[in-house]
């Protein structure tokens, strides 16, 4: 007769197992304290009434699916209308660890906020309604579109300019 749990062949097989429940007590435990958005939407907006909402996505993974080449992370139509729609009501930030560029041009929205490069180079539209606060500059994105930018690390270009070229030439030099 069949015992109702497996039986371990190996020592490798029990770390295995044990390894596997530890992770799925971690992802319930986590799971509990951060329940999905979608099987919590009443919750949400009864906690939301009366309150200002702002929605903070990230990209990879979240608006896009894990693909083997991150310069294929598309993500889809639908997903981008819905971002589109859902930052006519709301502001809207993309919180990414890519640069400037890519989460931009992957979007290709704007009025949105962009905090790209882990937050040390954030984005966003001109609302002539609010004061531009300290260390914002105003440009214009790659649509020609006003744009504030808030780059709190552009103090240290010249160094990271110096330091990187120092890198490629010493690298030529090792050639
Ligand atoms: O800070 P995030 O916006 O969450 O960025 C995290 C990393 O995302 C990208 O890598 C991930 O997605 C790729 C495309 O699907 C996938 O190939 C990779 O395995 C994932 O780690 C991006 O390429 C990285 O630069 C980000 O740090």
Same mark, same amino acid.
């Given at each position: 007769?069949?015992?109702?749990?497996?039986?371990?062949?190996?020592?490798?097989?029990?770390?295995?197992?044990?390894?596997?429940?530890?992770?799925?007590?971690?992802?319930?435990?986590?799971?509990?304290?951060?329940?999905?958005?979608?099987?919590?939407?009443?919750?949400?907006?009864?906690?939301?009434?009366?309150?200002?909402?702002?929605?903070?996505?990230?990209?990879?993974?979240?608006?896009?699916?894990?693909?083997?080449?991150?310069?294929?992370?598309?993500?889809?139509?639908?997903?981008?209308?819905? &971002?589109?729609? &859902?930052?006519?009501?709301?502001?809207?930030?993309?919180?990414?660890?890519?640069?400037?560029?890519?989460?931009?041009?992957?979007?290709?929205?704007?009025?949105?906020?962009?905090?790209?490069?882990?937050?040390?180079?954030?984005?966003?539209?001109?609302?002539?309604?609010?004061?531009?606060?300290?260390?914002?500059?105003?440009?214009?994105?790659?649509?020609?579109?006003? &744009?504030?930018?808030?780059?709190?690390?552009?103090?240290?270009?010249?160094?990271?300019?110096?330091?990187?070229?120092?890198? &490629?030439?010493?690298?030529?030099?090792?050639?």
């Amino acid at each position: 007769m069949k015992s109702s749990s497996p039986r371990h062949t190996s020592t490798r097989d029990y770390n295995h197992e044990i390894v596997s429940a530890n992770t799925d007590v971690a992802y319930r435990t986590w799971m509990a304290k951060y329940p999905s958005a979608l099987s919590s939407f009443e919750r949400i907006t009864n906690f939301a009434k009366g309150k200002r909402i702002a929605l903070f996505l990230d990209y990879d993974g979240t608006l896009s699916p894990i693909v083997d080449n991150p310069d294929f992370a598309f993500m889809s139509i639908d997903m981008r209308a819905a &971002v589109a729609k &859902v930052a006519k009501y709301f502001p809207t930030a993309i919180i990414s660890g890519r640069s400037h560029d890519k989460v931009y041009d992957f979007l290709g929205l704007t009025d949105l906020y962009y905090a790209r490069s882990h937050g040390m180079d954030i984005m966003g539209p001109v609302r002539e309604s609010s004061d531009d606060p300290p260390n914002c500059i105003r440009s214009t994105d790659k649509q020609g579109k006003g &744009v504030k930018l808030f780059q709190i690390a552009s103090e240290f270009l010249p160094m990271i300019d110096e330091v990187f070229n120092s890198l &490629v030439n010493t690298t030529k030099e090792i050639k």
